[in-house]
């Protein structure tokens, strides 16, 4: 038996009903837990024997709106935690998709893995994801001021509003994108044969 079947098998016993999903891809694993669960699989990962994820290597939001050409008919934000399990040498991938799409909300994983604190505040920074029980989230790269979440894919790219220093008032001002919106459709133009026989 290899070592993912290994750990598959422990994860599938240790988690039971709080495992919404399991598959591989990559020779790694990927759990879906609902965000009720959360709390307790995290704990659960940390802590069993057979799993003892310690390290929280990276957490970050994303947005499945129109993921796969509009293939994915879920709710469109997710979490996903990438652990590492330093005693034995393995990773895991583990996902938990927001409940509802207009108000994204997961419980926060700092009191299991207090490395998350940060990457929270990214992702409710950028994707607008907010994690309950997170102590100081707050935005962490963006403006305190910055209207949206600019991942967001319905976020347009030139932004809601631009920033310049008036010399008049002698402070930064907010005022309305100047920027015309438009499409940015790649095109790609070739030669005839263009890489044949070269």
Known sequence: MTALETLRQTLEATLGAHLAGLSEAFGEITIEVAPAELPAAALALRDAPGLGFDTLIDLCGLDYRDHGEGTHAGPRFASVIHLLSVTHN???????????DDFPVLPSVTEVWPAAGWYERESFDLLGIVYEGHAD??????DYGFVG????????VSGFVEMRYDPEQKRVVYQPVSIEPRENIPRVIREEGYGAGR
């Open 137 to 142: 989230l707050r935005r962490i790269l963006t």
């Open 149 to 156: 979440h600019p991942f967001r894919k319905d976020f347009p």
């Open 90 to 100: 393995q990773r895991l991938r583990v996902r938990s998709f927001c409940a509802d």
